[in-house]
């Protein structure tokens, strides 16, 4: 059996990974707090991670891997977007914006993660469907002396814990010296955290021993990892921000509330997606949705692959010039693997870079070496353990129509012009030969007022062809254009 690597942050070193139970192998990933769309950086740990089950899957069997993944909806944005939409007007009860809200960006979260080729985990907890474990939990800890209420809230006493601090490598005392604590009169010590906390009357709560209220962020995965996977598990995982304090808190709640488990064995952290040097985040306002990308044309396959470029342990940021390589090779494989049936074996060498702690850049080397040798069936066999040329991701291939290869393109994908599919929802009817003719006919108007220095109207021509969802680069042996997404044969049709 292929051995497996990884880096555990709580040693720092690269381990080999020995499951508790090859049967039943559990991994644990933090998931998102549903209050808006994913950016970008919030799909890196989902692809990640991803690679990660496929992996374990095809190590120990795919019935043999549980993998779980939460989702907070229970949270002050989720709740001051809801509030913001009854403050618009919306006449019906908090509670159902709430859940309007979630359940919508949970259905945003799928559509986007799937696009992305994501397999869905074994199990998607709803953080609110599991207060009554969180209660139990926290009433464990207050009679283990680990937390104790106070005016309505009940607090983690992080002192009663010797190894706080043991995952990120730092004392409880740097720790207070260094983080932005939240100081409460009500608390015995600074670094306290919160378990559960009150509810104002028109804020969702629960009933609970300590008073109408809700939990803390971290206990939810206390709890549901401890439901659902028990006191001793695999893998947990999520992104590196999270290491301090949600993961040192998860740990100081399970050690202590089931001092029999272990709770995680090994765990692993992704590195942020960065925007000019900084991490991607809501709060900095500097980032990108998943759907962005998508509604700009570039397919989740690629965008993915972008992602698999960079080893999961290092810093990356998202570039066009990434992206236009990726969707080169992925356009040349998938041209290369068409109506080939996979390998029944991903080649050893993509399975050795993958088991060497996830080199996702390693395994994509070894794609090429496959495709420079012509070994068709293992490149994709091997590139479907990647999550890569899989038959759910392959919509977008005939989409990249250029001037001239365009034909040929549609004809190699096997699509006649005519009935072609964009997406996987909508249908779009064109003539190809008509699109072709009135694009030709567009850019030779372009063209001719370049020649007579009217720039601003060979703008509004190129402006007028992307509005319809042709967008077009100019080259050194001419224009070249594409078909995105978006394309609208009404549109274009209307050009004057
Ligand atoms: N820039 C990023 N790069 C990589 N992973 C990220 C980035 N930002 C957040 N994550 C990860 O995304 C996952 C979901 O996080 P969560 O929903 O809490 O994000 P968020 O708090 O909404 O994001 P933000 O940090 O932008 O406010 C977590 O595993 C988190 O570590
Ligand atoms: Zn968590």
């Avoid at 559990?26 to 994913?38: E, F, H, K, M, S």
């Avoid at 044309?297 to 992206?323: C, F, N, Q, S």
């Avoid at 977008?396 to 549609?410: I, Q």
């Amino acid at each position: 059996m292929t051995t497996i690597r990884l880096t555990n942050t709580k040693t720092r070193k690269k381990e080999v990974f020995t499951p508790i139970d090859p049967a039943n192998v559990r991994l644990y990933v933090c998931g998102p707090t549903v209050y808006d769309r994913a950016h970008l950086g919030n799909g890196r740990p989902v692809v990640v991670f991803d690679v990660l089950f496929r992996l374990l899957r095809q190590i120990y069997g795919a019935d043999h891997v549980t993998y779980v993944r939460n989702f907070t909806d229970v949270d002050d944005k989720i709740n001051a977007a809801a509030q913001a939409r009854k403050a618009a007007g919306d006449p019906r009860p908090l509670e159902d914006l709430i859940r309007e809200r979630t359940d919508e960006t949970i259905g945003w979260y799928h559509a986007d993660m799937d696009a992305l080729g994501a397999l869905r985990p074994t199990a998607e907890p709803r953080a609110t469907e599991w207060i009554g474990a969180m209660i139990a939990m926290i009433e464990d800890l207050i009679a283990k002396g680990h937390a104790y209420e106070a005016a309505g809230h009940v607090l983690f006493r992080v002192r009663s814990y010797r190894d706080y601090g043991a995952l990120s490598g730092r004392s409880v005392d740097d720790m207070i010296a260094g983080a932005r604590v939240e100081v409460a009169p009500f608390k015995e010590d600074p670094m306290d955290f919160v378990l559960w906390k009150p509810s104002d009357a028109d804020l969702p709560g629960w009933e609970s021993p300590w008073g109408r209220g809700r939990p803390g962020w971290h206990i939810e995965c206390s709890a549901m990892s401890h439901e659902l996977l028990g006191a001793s598990f695999d893998i947990h995982a999520g992104g590196i921000d999270l290491q301090f304090p949600h993961h040192e808190n998860e740990i100081a709640q399970s050690r202590c509330a089931h001092p029999e488990g272990g709770f995680a064995n090994y765990w692993m952290h992704n590195e942020m997606l960065l925007v000019d040097g900084k991490k991607m985040s809501k709060s900095l306002g500097n980032f990108f949705t998943v759907r962005d990308l998508l509604d700009q044309g570039w397919p989740g396959e690629v965008i993915r692959m972008v992602y698999l470029g960079t080893h999961y342990g290092k810093p990356m940021d998202w570039t066009e010039e990434k992206a236009e390589q990726a969707r080169d090779t992925l356009r040349k494989w998938r041209q290369l693997t068409e109506n080939v049936e996979a390998a029944n074996m991903p080649d050893p060498a993509v399975v050795a870079a993958l088991a060497n702690d996830l080199n996702t850049h390693g395994a994509i080397g070894q794609l090429h070496r496959l495709a420079a040798a012509g070994d068709v069936a293992g490149l994709k066999a091997s590139a479907n353990l990647l999550g890569l040329l899989t038959d759910d991701l392959a919509d977008w291939t005939w989409r990249p129509v250029s001037g001239g290869v365009g034909t040929h393109h549609f004809e190699a994908m096997g699509i006649a012009a005519g009935p072609a599919t964009v997406g996987t929802s909508q249908l779009k009817v064109f003539d190809l030969e008509q699109v072709e003719q009135k694009i030709a006919q567009v850019l030779t108007a372009r063209s001719e007022a370049r020649a007579a220095r009217d720039y601003q109207l060979a703008d509004q021509y190129r402006g007028k062809l992307l509005a319809a969802g042709v967008s077009v680069k100019d080259q050194p042996g001419g224009a070249v254009w594409e078909l995105m997404p978006d394309f609208d044969p009404a549109k274009l049709e209307a050009i004057k």
